[in-house]
């Protein structure tokens, strides 16, 4: 996968050399390419910003440098990359999307400072390429670039040959729209406290069952909302007990299979 960044603080991105990602950028899953906006500004101060019309505080991001930014990393002529643009107005970041754009060919993060980027420039981008304006949450920071730094993470392990162990994605947190069962390791026993024996047992299909049941508990007690999303068709009937055993209004359509 193809990704440019482009913002007026590249510094922001160093981790990106580090850890994982670095792995799959130096493996040749992920080509990276940070870009500075100033480069595309013209003027001595090298000025990207200016107060907004209407009024009211702060500095709103000039059109013109995104313009040539996105006219030189998406050329009219070329296959259009997907445009994403961080800001706390956009659509939640979630283990779909991030599925969804670990699918795409390249991807071009436009990371906005003070006020926002001038709406014209987010309206040309649209007639040359598709434009998702994506949320970390309903928080505000000061810029884009934290935000691209989580979806960047969040993509990467999604990509081909990035994770050795494949396995892995299938069992996390947000897989099944369930949140993931504690994990233990060694020692068995460590300040007084027991790993579940049952992770002990060696019974694959015990422990299994374990798992699911502790993920559904958990999930009522910290996100009832994700549980009230599930299919009722991926429910089984032990599912639906522990449900029950742990609070969570059986909806009218989940009657017993
Ligand atoms: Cl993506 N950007 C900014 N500036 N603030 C945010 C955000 C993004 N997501 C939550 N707050």
Redesign the pocket.
Known sequence: MRVDVVSIFPEYFAPLDLSLIGRARAGGHLQLAVHDLRTWTHDVHRTVDDTPYGGGPGMVMRPEPWGEALDALAPPEADPPRLLV???A?AP?TQALAHELAAEPHLLFAC?RYEGIDQRVLEHAASRMPVTE???????????E??VLVILEAVTRLLPGVLGNVGSLDEESHAHGLLEAPMYTKPAAWRGQEVPAVLRSGDHGKIARWRRDEALVRTVARRPDMVAALAPECLDRQDRATLEQAGFPAAPSDVAK
């Open positions: 961080p800001t706390p956009g970041l906005g994506v949320s970390l949450g309903d928080y505000v920071l000061f810029g884009g934290v935000a």
